[in-house]
């Protein structure tokens, strides 16, 4: 147990609709991230937040958004949903920010299927 | 930027027998290189990083690592195969600056046969 909750763990929706993925972080970790595994792309990172704030971006679709709580907690909100979006979805956290030799531990994922 | 290459998609040994799962990376400063395992229907674990202490980095489960700049290679290394070592492997790669992301491979399936 790495300690980083995801729920849910499963999530099968309709095209066109909008979900909200949650994740909690480690306990004093600052830093979330969040990626995406598909068969086609393999793992990419979508976005990193530190502390509150958004500080790195990667291959996060427009329709795709994210946010970090004052809790630390973050959402990864996916709207227009498409059938390709239908992936893992990976929530890591990490304590320091840039540069650092930290770890990035990871949760269990939500599974998302859109019919 | 950074990326690393795992030469195998799938890669089968008998159980008792050496593993080795190969990771080649490409990165324009230091790099920070990681390998982490993936059990079926869990997220990722990490086994083992680099993070330029030593050169040859011990793991969790018996795993190692040895990081070899002239052949820009961080390849996973088992003397003896579990049957329980069977998932996937993914080598990342992070630059030793600034905000940089986890890069990761495409993965390595081992399978473990008895």
């Known amino acids: 147990d790495s300690g980083v909750t995801q729920t849910p763990k499963h999530l099968i929706t309709a095209t066109g609709q909008r979900v909200t993925l949650r994740c909690s972080p480690r306990?004093?970790?600052?830093?979330v991230y969040w990626y995406q595994q598909s068969l086609d792309q393999g793992l990419q990172f979508l976005i990193q937040y530190y502390n509150g704030e958004e500080r790195a971006k990667g291959n996060i679709l427009e329709r795709f958004s994210a946010q970090q709580f004052p809790d630390l907690h973050s959402e990864l909100n996916l709207s227009s949903l498409e059938l390709g979006d239908s992936a893992l979805y990976f929530c890591?956290?990490?304590?320091?920010?840039?540069?650092?030799?930290?770890?990035?531990?990871f949760g269990p994922g939500t599974r998302l299927t859109v019919l | 930027a950074q990326s690393v290459t795992q030469l195998g998609s799938h890669v089968s040994v008998s159980e008792g027998a050496l593993v080795l799962l190969r990771c080649n990376y490409s990165?324009?400063?230091?790099?920070?290189l990681f390998w982490y395992v993936q059990y079926p229907n869990q997220g990722l674990q990490l086994l083992l990083k680099?993070?330029?202490?030593?050169?040859l980095v011990k793991g969790i489960n018996g795993f190692e690592a040895e990081f070899k700049k002239s052949e820009t290679s961080f390849h996973l290394t088992k003397p003896s195969a579990h049957m329980s070592d069977a998932a996937e492997y993914f080598c990342a790669v992070k630059a030793n600056t600034g905000f940089q992301k986890l890069v990761f491979g495409t993965g390595t399936r081992l399978l473990v046969s008895p």
């Open positions: 890591a956290s990490s304590v320091q920010l840039a540069g650092s030799t930290d770890t990035q531990y």
């Open positions: 990165s324009s400063v230091p790099p920070y």
């Open positions: 306990s004093g970790d600052l830093s």
């Open positions: 680099y993070t330029s202490a030593a050169t």
